[in-house]
């Protein structure tokens, strides 16, 4: 088949990573640097089955900035662009992905497009609605940053939602088994299973699926936070909580709060869903991500106290890596920068290691990518995520990394 993939970050470069195995794709964006890398097979983001699979695998891909020329000549088009929620406006920002739609819909009108981008619930439908002669799918995508070829190429499972109040409802439930037999052909698992659902459960699972794993990291970061004021040891708790098959040792380590490009504001556009429906969890689930952020602000702000009352003049805090998880390559939204704000806040001054950063400001505080100098002036070190590398100044780090991993 030919397909087109709109968005060459983390799920579009996967997806058109996973399906130029067995198609012709051309992946379309708007970034002259990520087409330019991709056609030397080169990825423009830090994913170890990504890099390998553009190095030494036969793909049948290319990249262009030309979507119009893409979209023209593809039987099916894959959205994979950046959506994002603005809670303060209560606004979900979709327009990238409506931006592709109004192109594919200029240049060929009759192409099946899967949205793979997270939109709102009953998002497709809307969109039926609103363009009646467009053919969409919603296709939830479940891949983790880092690992997002990876997890395309073992899939949790596939599924595929199909807006039943398309005139084209027909075609596009075969349309939906073929994207999900196209999936499933480059995934490197035999039995991974399918659910072929209506598209506004489909873009419920993919909001209630994000939702639960902030639930989890919300729950595991208040355990901890109830062992930090009670002087209890937090890591026996968790692992003799965890023993119990029905909750399971996995996805539990304590961490500055849940954070990332999806996290936050899929709990907030879950929540914003709930409007007039009766809830109290999703609500205390994004509040908790909050109260966990406070509680730590505060206890580095009681360390830059206690080394005031020492005799340390102004403390200086640093912030080790601005990345959610070892091995990141990007920062969005990620919680030690909730901390960082809270605390400059209060007028201490911040210094930030964060090698992958271009610049030599952040929000004003200064970056630094020398790593020996970075330990030496700082007083106090915020690391989500612990390393090796600080080893030697383990007595002014603050982390609740308790099992070092991610
Ligand atoms: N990152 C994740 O872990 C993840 C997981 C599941 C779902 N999602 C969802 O998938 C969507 C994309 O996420 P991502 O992390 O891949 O985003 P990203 O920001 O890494 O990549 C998006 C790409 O789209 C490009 N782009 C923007 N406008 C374009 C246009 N008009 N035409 C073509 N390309 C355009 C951007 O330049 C960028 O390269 C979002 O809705 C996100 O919520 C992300």
């Known amino acids: 088949m030919n397909i087109a993939v709109a968005g060459t970050g983390y799920v579009g470069l996967s997806l058109a990573v996973l399906l130029s195995q067995h198609n012709h794709v051309t992946a379309v964006d708007v970034v002259p640097e990520k087409v330019d890398l991709i056609n030397k097979g080169l990825s423009p983001i830090a994913d170890a089955e990504i890099e390998d699979y553009l190095a030494n695998h036969e793909l049948d891909l290319q990249a262009t900035l030309d979507g119009a020329a893409a979209y023209k ?69 479940f891949l983790r940053e880092g690992h997002a070829l990876y997890d395309n190429l073992h899939p949790s499972r596939i599924i ?50 994000n939702t639960y794993l902030a639930l989890r990291v919300a729950y595991f970061n208040e355990l901890d936070t109830y062992a930090c004021v009670r002087g209890l040891d ?9 023993l119990d098959p029905r ?108 090698p992958t950063l271009d610049a030599e400001e952040f929000y004003g505080s200064e970056v630094t990518h020398d790593i020996d100098a970075f330990k030496e002036a700082c007083d106090v070190i915020l690391a989500n995520r612990w390393n090796e590398e600080l080893a030697d100044v383990e007595d002014k780090v603050f982390t609740r990394d308790l099992f070092k991993r991610d």
């Open 73 to 141: 000549e593809s039987d099916l088009i894959v959205i994979a662009t950046p959506t994002n929620y603005d809670s303060d406006k209560n606004f979900f920002d979709t327009s990238l992905v409506e931006q592709v739609i109004d192109l594919v819909l200029e240049v060929n009108p009759g192409a099946v497009m899967v949205i793979k981008s997270t939109v709102p619930v009953g998002y497709t439908k809307e969109l039926t609605e609103r363009y009646p002669k467009g053919k969409f799918l919603f296709s939830p995508e």
């Open 160 to 209: 595929v939602g199909v807006p039943s109040e398309s005139a084209y409802a027909g075609e596009l439930d075969e349309a939906a088994q073929k994207f999900a037999a196209l999936l499933a052909e480059g995934s490197l698992d035999d039995e991974t299973q399918v659910l072929i659902m209506r598209a506004t459960e489909a873009e419920a699972v993919k909001l209630f699926a």
């Open 234 to 242: 937090a890591s026996q708790i968790i692992e003799g909580v965890g």
């Open 247 to 354: 909750i399971g040792g996995h996805y539990n380590n304590p961490s500055f709060g849940y954070g990332g490009y999806c996290l936050p504001k899929d709990t907030k556009q879950l929540l914003a869903n709930y409007d007039e429906v009766p809830q109290n969890l999703i609500e205390a689930i994004v509040e908790a991500n909050r109260t966990r952020k406070d509680y730590i602000a505060d206890e580095v702000l009681d360390r830059v106290t206690r080394l005031v009352y020492q005799g340390v003049a102004q403390p200086k805090v640093g912030v080790y890596r601005l990345t959610m998880k070892t091995g990141s390559d990007n920062f969005r939204a990620s919680s030690i920068q909730g901390i960082m704000k809270r605390i400059k806040s209060r007028g201490v001054p911040v210094v930030v290691y964060e």
